[in-house]
């Protein structure tokens, strides 16, 4: 018998790889104007602007990186489907 939690896991988790992929250039030119927007605010605040470029990281290794495209579907498939039940 399959698991039925399991394969709805790994079919979200192939959706959002490939609406990641999709979504591509997006996704880098929103890193990049969050990185322009977190280097201006380094100049006045810098702990707001250190914590403004985590996100803008991490969308450019979004964008650019196969494998953190898969480990985030995987988190994002995960979260998503945590409370599901079998029935």
Not at 24 to 53: C, D, P
Request: charged share 15%.
């Amino acid at each position: 018998m399959y698991n039925r939690r399991r394969l709805a896991r790994e079919r979200l988790e192939i959706y959002l790889v490939h609406l990641l992929l999709a979504y591509r250039q997006v996704i880098f030119i929103g890193g990049l104007v969050l990185l322009v927007y977190a280097i201006a605010t380094m100049f006045t605040r810098l702990i707001i602007g250190n914590a403004i470029l985590l996100p803008a990281i991490f969308l450019l290794l979004l964008s650019n990186t196969y494998n953190v495209v898969l480990y985030t579907a995987r988190l994002g498939a995960w979260m998503g489907t945590i409370w599901w039940r079998d029935e």
